[in-house]
């Protein structure tokens, strides 16, 4: 082994772990490898940033820019009000709004879809009484699933699509994926929305117009002369009230001490988790109180919950910094978090992705703040543009999806659609530009290079040497079966874009080594790396869900490996049938 593999393979193996612990940005992780790459001698320096200029990348930062006009077409909003107005079953909610999720992650990112359709699904689980664990994780495992069928369904489609093209001088077509794809999507829809009811039976009296009594809540509250917590030790509030201390402050110091030698007292305010049923209810009797809002008389006060986005800007600071909230006069009254430790005052706790803010003040500024922020409103709230004309913007989309599966590279055919959009006025380009969530666009591009370090520098034939020894490579399913193996292994803690980076070279060389056609080691690179249901932390959809359903680490794994284990064996045995 030459200097240049090894220090590669250790470069992406520091890599690999540092994304899965999810500590660092993952752009400022990629960035800092792609320099790393280059003062090693992987890649020459105009080699640096050739991936900003890759197919690949063009083509999803034009996707996201389409996906933010979509979003605000609210074309599905009319879909979900005929659909509750059926009242059908709870099965048939689940599978509905997770196969419309499915769908639009065919035409989109996973994350995209997510979005889109979330605020529709809780809509309508809203007025069918429906709980919120009961939608969440499907629409997040409903999006993985829909971007398995077209090429541009997820990143690493395009990535081995690209990977092909220069291989063999042709990329797939914009529908190859589905033979696999489509099956295993319909499956895992159906499978997760049979046993979605059963794995989280929660008792109609929790439906989904409030938080389930799971989800754990932040809060500080300062205690009334009237409240039953009064001479309470903070050893007793768990037992006695279900909530969780985490501080007590009196004047403006904290009370320090054992906690079963702290006792509230009056005007003391208290910092705690728990259920926010739990709070909900300790308010109606006045054992903790907020602090009032100035603009809680206002007939647009509204209380809102929205979701911290990946691209948020709100993401890494602090609530006391959250001057988007404070120049509006909106509130941040609560915090579903999760990190695990809490420290400090309510004002010091810093949000993460996925975590989940209560917001009390006035209707229009809270959607003009959450629209600046990047956070998703998770209750309904006044569309602050009307919806007019909303068929407009998905019949260009849809002309560029048929351009693109007629043969038209996609990056060409879609800034056409960009194009469009700009000249009829549904997009601003400058200010959509602004919005992107550059993060993911960055690591992408900067994994590029490094991807392609992997073949180049023969590190990729050192791997496959290796697994050969495993499997025997003359047999292809053995080879395939290994490869989407090692990519569903690796996409629950690695981003899935970056696992088709690293496997589409070795998948390459064992497809040479055996003297395959490359194709079916490609798709089960991608069809892997997007089978992601087993942890809340390897795509931001599921980061989402868990924040937005008030899931346990352990609800992902009860939940996601059946339909793990049924998507590898149905995907497997249809590499076989359609590409063997």
Not at 63 to 89: G, T, Y
Not at 158 to 184: E, I, R
Not at 354 to 378: F, M, N, Q
């Amino acid at each position: 082994m030459t200097f240049e593999q090894a220090s590669l393979l250790i470069l992406l193996l520091a890599m690999l772990v540092l994304f899965s612990f999810d500590r660092i940005r993952i752009e400022v992780i990629s960035i800092a490898g792609l320099l790393a790459g280059y003062a090693l001698g992987l890649y020459p320096a105009d080699h640096i940033f050739t991936g900003f200029a890759s197919p690949v990348v063009i083509t999803v930062v034009e996707i996201l820019l389409i996906v933010q006009v979509l979003a605000r077409a609210r074309l599905f909003d009319n879909l979900a009000a005929r659909f509750a107005a059926a009242k059908p079953s709870g099965f048939k909610v689940i599978a509905g709004a997770s196969s419309l999720a499915g769908f639009i992650s065919i035409f989109m990112n996973n994350i995209g879809a997510f979005a889109i359709s979330l605020p529709v699904t809780l809509r309508l689980g809203m007025a069918l009484t429906i709980p919120r664990r009961q939608l969440v994780m499907p629409l997040s495992f409903a999006a993985l699933l829909g971007g398995l069928v077209s090429l541009i369904g997820t990143p690493a489609n395009l990535l081995v699509s690209d990977a092909l093209a220069k291989t063999t001088g042709q990329g797939f077509h914009f529908f190859d994926f589905a033979y696999v794809g489509l099956p295993v999507a319909i499956a895992g829809i159906l499978l997760i929305a049979f046993r979605i009811q059963r794995l989280f039976p929660e008792p109609d009296e929790t439906p989904a117009t409030i938080s389930p009594g799971t989800r754990r809540i932040v809060v500080e509250r300062r205690i009334p002369d009237i409240s039953p917590l009064i001479g309470i030790r903070l050893s007793d509030c768990p037992t006695d009230f279900g909530i969780k201390p985490h501080a007590l402050i009196r004047g403006d110091n904290f009370v320090f001490g054992p906690l079963d030698q702290s006792v509230i007292s009056a005007g003391d305010v208290l910092l705690a988790e728990g259920a926010d049923a739990v709070f909900a209810g300790l308010a109606a009797t006045q054992a903790l109180i907020a602090d009032i809002n100035p603009h809680g008389h206002q007939p647009d006060f509204s209380r809102v919950e929205a979701v911290v986005m990946p691209e948020s800007t709100l993401v890494g600071s602090r609530v006391r910094s959250l001057e988007v909230f404070q120049s509006r006069g909106v509130a941040v009254t609560a915090l579903s978090m999760r990190a695990p430790r809490i420290e400090g005052r309510f004002i010091d706790l810093q949000l993460s992705i996925g975590d989940i803010l209560t917001l009390e003040g006035p209707r229009t500024a809270i959607a003009e703040a959450l629209e600046e922020s990047e956070c998703l409103p998770l209750a309904p709230t006044a569309p602050a543009v009307p919806a007019v004309l909303s068929w407009r913007p998905f019949a260009l989309f849809a002309c560029g999806v048929a351009a693109s599966a007629a043969g038209l590279p996609p990056d060409i055919a879609f800034a056409g659609v960009v194009l469009v959009l700009a000249l009829l006025n549904h997009l601003n380009i400058r200010q959509a530009m602004a919005d992107l969530n550059w993060p993911i666009i960055i690591m992408l591009a900067a994994m590029i290079p490094i991807g392609q370090a992997v073949a180049s520098t023969g590190a990729a034939a050192i791997i496959a040497g290796w697994l050969s020894l495993v499997v025997p490579v003359s047999q292809p399913l053995s080879g395939i079966a290994l490869i989407l193996f090692l990519a569903m292994a690796l996409t629950p803690f690695v981003n899935n874009a970056t696992v088709a980076i690293v496997l589409t070279p070795i998948a390459l060389e064992f497809a040479k080594a055996g003297s395959h056609a490359p194709g079916a080691y490609l798709i089960a690179v991608a069809a892997g790396a997007s089978l992601d249901f087993l942890t809340p932390f390897g795509h931001h959809n599921n980061t989402l869900a868990m924040g937005i359903g008030g899931y346990r680490f352990s609800d992902f794994l009860r939940a996601g490996w059946p339909l793990a284990v049924t998507s590898y064996g149905l995907a497997l045995f249809l590499l076989a049938l359609f590409w063997l």
